[in-house]
């Protein structure tokens, strides 16, 4: 979908708003990603929604499933706003940003590889239990984050910077939600100890990009 205008720049308090109810929607589908210059369409399954009472096992999937594509996206933007910025503040920025947000992705991943077979025997996409249900494993990039990336691959200057700031303090503030929720209800150690260490430095980050 083509979008002839910027946003304007909201507040980190205005974001936790939208953010919130975008955590609390159903999983999003799974998409697939490319070249951040040119990112390819989002995959179109949707994953069933979880029944009332959902167990721990899909807790843990779906946290999954939202942070490690949050992650990506914010890494895959800031790398491109490295080569397409011309603002130092917001080069040195995202240099930082990517860095982090790759370890992100990549402690997560290695979550699951380790803890995948264990806590998929219900599947987050069908709801199938049993041997045969898929494995658990995480989008790489959501439609809407996809999206996104067009928007700025084709964004220039000082409309690039706005459009950078506005989609990253979103995401940024999307991933503190949902580190704060599982902390709150979740009880994997290995998790937790992820969310626990990325809070006080994602907080910091919305900070300084606040200020920009």
Known sequence: MEITFLPKRLSASVFAVQALAAVAAAMP???????????????????????????????MAQFVASTIPTANFLATASRLAISNSHNTKIQKFAEALAKDQTAVANSLAAWVNVNGPVVS??????????????????????PSQV??????????????????????????????????????NGTDPGLRAIATRELPKLEQTISALDKL
């Open 29 to 59: 589908a799974a998409a697939q990603t490319g070249d951040p210059a040119t990112p390819p369409p989002a995959a179109s399954p949707s994953p069933a929604p979880a029944p009332s009472g959902s167990s721990l096992s899909e807790l």
């Open 147 to 184: 999206s996104n990336l067009k928007r700025l691959s084709a964004s220039q200057g000082s409309s690039f910077d706005k459009l950078f700031v506005s989609t990253q303090m979103e995401a940024l503030v999307q991933l503190q939600i949902l580190y704060r929720d599982f902390l709150q």
């Open 121 to 142: 025997l219900r599947s987050p996409y069908t709801g199938q239990i049993g041997p045969g249900a898929a494995r658990l494993r995480a989008p790489n990039l959501l």
